[in-house]
């Protein structure tokens, strides 16, 4: 009987960062179950780009979950009224920023993973390139990964999650290298905060830049 | 001026506890935001309750958000296939839990305090006379501050979140006690998990038992 793989819950918005860990989950041998989120953001078209690439990587399962973010007023990514910054921003956490994303994006990911027995939950999280966000940052996940193991059934009675950040502190351009290597086909890959609504990335926004500015060097 | 009022999420589901705990935090001169959440549960009836006390107790707002929750078909409260129980169960955590539910629940809270400037979040969690759940345990509560304070803007910018709960070592008689103190009408509250489709209590469930045997002791 051949053992039962290891299941991973992996969070894939289909940009850099998701894909590659979702092929380097894959590439490890879990069975993956990757998890999107349609939660009224303005760059909507990364929800196909995350379909793509699932496709292209093979998961067991890829659910798209609707949030409704309470906080969703306050970003530029869910308020089409605050415009997404087409330069290089100042501000230690950008206006791009959703109130409590990754708590919310984790606390489904930790559900479902908890209903299908899977004790890893994979996120491409990165403070390096891009360390504004203060829900990527790794105090944040530790912390996630202890509340989860204290409030739920199987954290109680003796199975623990993990979060797994793999990409946690890794560069840019390091990522695609690894992406590369594990076959990752970035051109089905979305990055861009404001892209057109056929996916065009808009080639200015922070997301855009960081991303154009990796490959060129990788060249 | 009048100082401003110190705003508070409260969280609503409609029935004893949440109720009290509202009606406490209007009492404490709370600007009070209550948020409840449509999540597929069989006894949806209870949102009805939770719009009645609203509305008596008095809110700034009130909001019921969607939550497609993905582990929803382990349990017996969002999966109709799974019974509940009509007598006294013996297991330690009930069929009737909801993977990650209060993860959930104070996430879509958090993000919604973080927009409007709320830094206390209320749940009327309880551990006396229900202690089954591991998402009301103080431990996972304290946890999930701290996350809340590491995860979000705010909670970096040097705001302090704070996750109040006031209900959490009280019995079910000492909270409709102080209910009653407030004013709290629990004819319009809604405790049941199995109720008719109009909101009549099954009177069999675990939830409607306590609450039974709690106002019975009363009288």
Known sequence: MKPR????????????????CLALAASKGRE????????????????AAARRVARQIGCRQ???????????????????AIGVPKRKSRAAIP???????????LAHALSWA???GAFEIWIGANVVDYSGYPDCRP??????????????KAGTEGSR???????????????IRLGLRLGVDYASTLS?????PRGRPCLRCDSCRIREKAFKNIE
Chains 1, 2 share one sequence.
């Open 95 to 105: 206006v791009t920023y959703v109130p409590a994303r990754n708590a919310l994006f």
């Open 139 to 152: 105090a944040f996940l530790r912390t996630f990964e202890r509340m989860a193991n204290l409030g739920t």
């Open 161 to 175: 999650f993990r979060i797994v950040a793999p990409l946690l502190r890794m560069r840019k351009i390091e990522i």
């Open 192 to 196: 861009c905060y404001d892209p057109s």
């Open 114 to 116: 908890e209903s299908i």
């Open 5 to 20: 793989k290891i299941r991973a819950v992996v969070l894939l918005s289909g940009g850099v960062d998701s894909t590659t």
């Open 62 to 80: 890829h659910r798209v979950v609707r949030v409704e973010v309470p906080g969703a007023g306050a970003s530029a990514l869910t308020n089409r």
């Open 32 to 47: 993956v179950y990757a998890i999107s989120f349609d939660y009224g953001q303005r760059h909507r078209a990364e929800l």
